[in-house]
């Protein structure tokens, strides 16, 4: 960002629990604490990666912040207003501005409807258009995500994976949203479709101006598309910084871990691994203190009570939430 | 090796020829449908039947041909000298059974073991595969342990009788990287233990980099290139292998560039000409005869062989 960063999306203390029931009168027992307070910042125009394992609630921040989701607590707030709270009704003018795209193109794409349907379908819902009119916007869509123009009376059956996935983006293209979020967009692509794919969604950044919360688990696809890279750890987030600054200096130990896990495509790399033991814990039952604490290698006594917030780790914006210093 | 289809017979692996020596780990690579697991279920002769069948061709295996093996005999073969490791452990497991169970199962069929006898070695592969306290989790069912735990488990079941070839179909493309990191190390060290050889089937030129002595790449049921795993990676002749490359993000790379892509995408098996079938995708002109008449397989260096289309390898 060469001009000063406006923040377009801004959640503090986000939290949603599900309710896990039980009993014969399925009352909530317990809750799963999928998000568990997260403060997390958007600039408009940067796209902000999010990484964890499965698990670690990255899917369930992405459809809270995009209102699929009501928050249990905390606050989201797009370009300034809060929509954490909006009834459904209300939140109608927001859903133009924050769109989805989602992992599975064979499971978001509705089989029964054309991809002309599909695409119409959003200025349907918000009455924008007449017929023709519309004919014509969805046309340009699928220009625009190179597809060919005769797509519009095919079932999505008919097309391959990364093509469904161009559907996708098209659909999520349609009201010109401001922010997209990107759920595991390229995670089921073969490795020559999905450099297409992210070619794609790098040209339609530049030529829109989108930001995009792009969703993975994948840390060199995310540091290849990302200005700023959030790390998550069951519901919570440990680390963020610019993404250099959490490639080149991870200042938390799990992404330290993280990153030294990846398989380098290099076989002349002398891998210095540092392979975490155990499993994520449930996020039902997460341990007290800091999360990471059971899988730590340099876990400290105070680790197992004191709970790490979100602070300065040095550089500027660089944040990590961990006790300890290295 | 054919399958019958609605639409014909297709040919899902066209005359491919590999090489394991004992004691090492081949790498399968290729994106999907390009016959990587099909040539590993060939090779247990675990084709469905009676869609699948190896039309022509031969397995050797330590001077046998399994092709030619009767069913019996074959059935002394899988699971004893040969293991399986599968992708999805919660599929590869029997749901209703105990761990302990399924891994005495292996014992019991291969090395007349009693029934006492066969637990306590079960409990001693749960060790060997680091799962802790193996006493408990022997008796418990799969969906008790988490997703890396039961990789170690299909791992166990693979490596109970020692054998001596191990063919991993995609052992770690359902894990996390911080699981898929402990179950190569496993896997890693444990071949150090047993001295068995891998055959390792994956998509992920980065696991192939890191554990693999020699590289298949496959594409559209055809090995296109061959060769020591530094070598593929240092100077890779195909183009092909060069796109695939080329195309994967790295975290060392330029963010915010645009990748090498490989335009188009893999040809369904049934349009498949029998010349040169990178030749569409390549960008380069291809001949009529260079796409009608099958390249030739040959070695242009101590262990390096390709799938010489003038064209893809100039």
Redesign the interface.
């Known amino acids: 960002m060469s001009e000063k960063a406006t923040p377009i999306l801004e959640t503090t203390g986000l939290k949603l629990h599900f309710p896990v029931r039980g009993g014969i009168f399925q009352r909530a027992t317990n809750s799963c604490k999928a998000v568990d307070g997260v403060d997390l910042l958007i600039n408009s125009g940067e ?1 902000l990666g999010l990484v964890g ?2 698990g670690c609630g990255k899917s369930t921040l992405g459809k809270t912040i995009a209102r699929l989701y009501k928050p249990t607590a905390g606050n989201i707030r797009f370009e300034g207003q809060e929509i954490g709270d909006l009834k459904r009704k209300e939140l109608q003018p927001f859903r133009r501005e924050i769109q989805m795209i989602f992992q599975d193109p064979y499971e978001s794409l509705n089989p029964r409807q054309t991809v002309g349907g599909i695409l119409e379908e959003p200025y349907v819902i918000h009455k924008l258009g007449t017929r023709e009119e519309r004919r014509k916007w969805v046309k340009e869509l699928l220009e625009k995500v190179g597809l060919p123009e005769s797509s519009i009376n095919r079932f999505p059956f008919e097309f ?1 994976g ?2 469904r996935q161009r559907i996708g983006i098209a659909r999520a293209l349609a009201l010109k949203p401001k922010l997209i979020i990107c759920d595991e967009a390229v995670s089921a692509l ?7 794919i ?2 794609l969604l ?1 040209d339609l950044q530049k030529e829109l101006g989108l930001t995009y919360l792009f969703i993975s ?1 994948d ?3 995310v ?5 700023r890279i959030a790390i998550m750890y069951l519901g919570r987030i440990v680390e963020t910084g610019d ?2 600054t959490i ?1 080149q200096k991870p200042a938390h130990p799990y992404t330290q ?13 002398i ?1 210095s ?1 540092q ?3 155990g ?2 814990p449930s996020p039902i039952h997460p341990p007290d203190g800091c999360p990471f604490h059971t899988r730590c290698p340099h876990v400290e006594e105070r680790c197992r009570i004191e709970e790490p917030v979100l602070e300065n780790a040095g550089k500027k914006e660089h944040l990590k939430s961990c006790h300890l210093n290295f | 090796m054919e399958f019958d289809t609605d639409e014909g017979t297709v040919r899902a692996v066209d005359g491919i020829s590999l090489e394991i020596s004992a004691g090492r780990t081949l790498g399968i690579v290729g ?2 449908g390009c016959g990587k697991s099909v040539t590993a279920l060939s090779i247990m002769r675990l084709l469905p039947k009676p869609m699948g069948r190896i039309a022509s061709g031969e397995i050797k295996f330590d001077g046998t041909d399994l092709i030619k093996l009767p069913a019996e005999d074959m059935r002394t073969v899988r699971g004893n000298r040969i293991g399986m490791i599968f992708q999805e452990p919660m599929t590869a497991l029997n749901p209703v059974k105990k761990i302990g169970v399924q891994l005495s199962e292996v014992f019991f069929l291969h090395q007349t073991a009693s029934k006492e006898e066969a637990w306590k070695k079960s409990v001693e592969m749960l060790d060997k595969v680091g799962i802790p306290s193996p006493e408990i989790r022997a008796g418990e069912y799969p969906h008790q342990l ?1 997703g ?2 039961r990789q170690r488990v299909v791992i166990a079941i693979a490596l109970a009788c020692g054998p001596e070839l191990v063919i991993a179909d995609e052992p770690t493309t359902a894990l ?7 179950i ?2 496993l896997m890693k060290s444990l071949q150090r233990d047993l001295g068995m050889a891998v055959a390792l089937i994956t ?8 554990t693999c002595d020699e590289v298949c790449v496959m594409y559209a049921g055809r090995v296109v290139e061959r060769a020591p ?2 070598t593929l ?2 100077n890779p002749r195909h183009a092909y292998t060069q ?3 080329a ?5 060392d ?1 330029q ?8 335009d188009g ?2 040809p369904a098996l049934k349009e498949l000409r029998p010349g040169c079938r990178f030749g569409p995708r390549s960008g380069r002109e291809h001949t009529e005869t260079q796409l009608e008449a099958r390249p030739e397989f040959i070695e242009i260096e101590t262990g390096h062989w390709i799938e010489a289309c003038p064209v893809c390898t100039e």
């Not at chain 2, 996390?176 to 402990?182: F, G, H, L, R, S």
């Not at chain 2, 963010?255 to 490989?262: A, E």
Request: aromatic share 2%; net charge negative; proline share 6%.
């Open positions: 796209t394992e499965s391959s990364g093509q073969d490795v020559s479709i999905q450099s297409q992210l070619n790098l688990h840390l060199a696809v540091k290849h598309v990302s200005d993404a250099e490639y871990a993280l990153l030294t896990a990846i398989p380098v495509p290099d076989p002349e790399h891998p691994k392979i975490l033991e499993d994520v | 994106e999907s988490s890396g735990m996390d990287v911080t699981i898929q990191a402990q190569l190390d998509h992920d030129l980065g696991v192939i980099a890191e795993v530094k990676f240092a796109g695939l490359l195309s994967i993000p790295r975290l790379g963010p915010k560039t645009h990748l090498r892509t490989i995408m893999v």
